[in-house]
């Protein structure tokens, strides 16, 4: 109905007026009803000529009301129509009628509104009527009856709906009024199973909240996050690999990593898409081994045999979980990672003069890709058609590693534009000058076998979720990038991915 309340009438926040509620409700919607308003009055022609019209005797016109014997008379006329019951006075059965042909539409228009033509009144029966009944008030309980009266199918799923409306765009409101909050952390110290989570240097705060929420550590993104918020200082996170628990508080996963027993030690973890200062960093920390001395090792790229296009071991180190004995020197432990690599290359089939441009290339898909595995293989081919076409493969994530700006998805014109970072697909032609991380296994095969596709653009829409919208134009490829740029927007976690 027009004056009911909507849902953002009673859920949004409301202004403080200290106005009366019907002159309130009046600016509402607009209509000035702090003034008494009548309804509209038929012109007695009008009324005499729709009485006729309905089977009614005519109002006498000195206003005295009929005798008896008048309205048996009356009664009697309009009982001889074909069709009428005696029993029912004549205006209500040409009403009974006319409202026999009425859609559904009409009688599920709503209510009489003093705005309308007839006092109101919607919809054929009401233009049928006029104002062949003795007062307003009738017709408007007449349709009303109608209303109620319809199938309670009808009625249970409009009721659903509006249900259903209202819990998806308000619920966060409807909770808050009925006291149905959701809590959104766990309590205690976890539920004794073990996780490694990995903080790698520079994360902040929403970095560490997002990390543990994805592993399930927390209940929600927010429960770490605002307890970070809420401290009177910054606690400081180390590099490392920790072992937490599944469904632990806030509390205690923000104490488990500030204590450094937590740290892994016995054994070594480093994830897919991990870039190789990072990687140093995790060794350093779990193995004991000074990070001045991994570095240098790393720094000695003809020990390893890499191929003579390296331009450093990026890419070379295969992310795994490795045992350690307690004994290893930096070179013994970086020889281990890459011999590793080489031997997954070779059981992939890749040839020894193939490695640096398939590990180029895979790093490139492992940085790109979400936790979607098909979509591992469209990015891989995406880039083949870029390359085989001569076009720029314009990867934000190239610009990004050689930027070192490694925790953002955006780039700026200025990075874009530099075409002294070897690194920058935008403004260099082909592969990036080398690996932009370490690639794990799914990517080097997407690298090697591309999936069949005319796509020329991809960009993640959901972060959170991976997906990931693939296009053949430029048109559709910027609709999908302003859905990004919407869903980092939408929230504080949102943001921490972007």
């Known amino acids: 109905m027009a004056d009911e309340p909507n849902w953002e009438d009673i859920f949004g926040e409301q202004p403080v007026d200290s106005a009366p509620k019907s002159a309130r409700d009046a600016a509402a919607h607009g209509t000035d009803r702090s003034t008494d308003a009548t309804e509209p009055v038929a012109h007695p022609d009008e009324t005499d000529a729709a009485s006729a019209a309905a089977g009614a005797p005519p109002p006498v016109a000195s206003g005295k009301p009929m005798t008896r014997r008048e309205a048996r008379a009356a009664q009697e006329a309009a009982a001889a129509r074909p069709g009428n019951d005696p029993h029912i006075p004549a205006v209500t059965q040409a009403a009974r009628e006319a409202d026999a042909f009425a859609t559904f539409e009409e009688l599920t228009a709503g209510t009489a509104d003093s705005g309308g033509e007839n006092g109101g009144a919607t919809g054929a029966a009401a233009g049928q009527l006029g104002d062949a009944a003795s007062d307003e008030p009738h017709r408007k309980k007449r349709r009303w009856g109608l209303i109620v009266g319809l199938p309670l199918l009808i009625i249970a799923l409009l009721g659903a709906g509006a249900v259903a409306y209202a819990w998806v765009n308000y619920e966060d ?258 592969l990036p000058v080398g690996p932009i991380g370490l690639p794990g296994e799914l990517a080097i095969d997407a690298a090697i076998n591309p999936a069949d596709g005319d796509w020329l653009f991809f960009v993640p829409i959901n972060l959170a979720t991976g997906e990931t919208v693939f296009t053949t134009n430029v048109d559709d490829h910027e609709a999908a990038a302003q859905q990004l740029r919407d869903w980092c927007a939408a929230s504080d976690e949102n943001a921490s991915y972007c």
């Not at 925790?407 to 697909?425: C, G, I, K, L, M």
């Open 173 to 430: 409101q409807i909770r808050e009024v009925l006291g149905w909050e959701i809590a959104n952390d766990f309590e205690g110290t976890g539920n004794g199973e073990e996780v490694i989570v990995t903080v790698n240097s520079g994360d902040i705060g929403s970095d560490i909240a997002r990390s543990l929420n994805v592993a399930g550590v927390t209940m929600s993104f927010d429960a770490f996050y605002d307890l970070l918020l809420a401290q009177e200082t910054d606690p400081a996170f180390f590099p490392g690999n920790y072992s937490l628990q599944k469904e632990m508080s806030a509390q205690s996963a923000l104490d488990a990593l500030l204590d450094s027993e937590n740290i892994v030690t016995d054994r070594l973890l480093i994830t897919e898409g991990t870039t190789l200062p990072n990687a140093l960093e995790i060794i350093s920390e779990t193995t004991g081994i000074a990070l001045a001395d991994l570095q240098a090792a790393s720094e000695d790229l003809e020990h390893f045999g890499l191929p003579a296009e390296a331009v450093s071991l990026e890419g070379y180190l295969f992310p795994a979980t490795y045992e350690l004995d307690g004994g290893q020197d930096p070179y013994a432990l970086l020889d281990l990672m890459v011999n590793t690599m080489y031997e997954k290359l070779d059981a992939a089939g890749v040839a020894e003069e193939d490695r640096y441009r398939i590990l180029t290339m895979a790093a490139l898909v492992q940085r790109e890709a979400g936790p979607n595995t098909d979509d591992f293989y469209k990015i891989s081919r995406v880039f083949y058609n870029r390359l085989d076409q001569d076009m720029l493969l314009q990867s934000d994530a190239t610009v990004a590693y050689g930027t070192g700006n490694l925790h953002t998805v955006w780039t700026t014109d200025a990075e874009r534009a530099d075409a002294s970072n070897p690194y920058n697909t935008y403004a260099n032609p082909g």
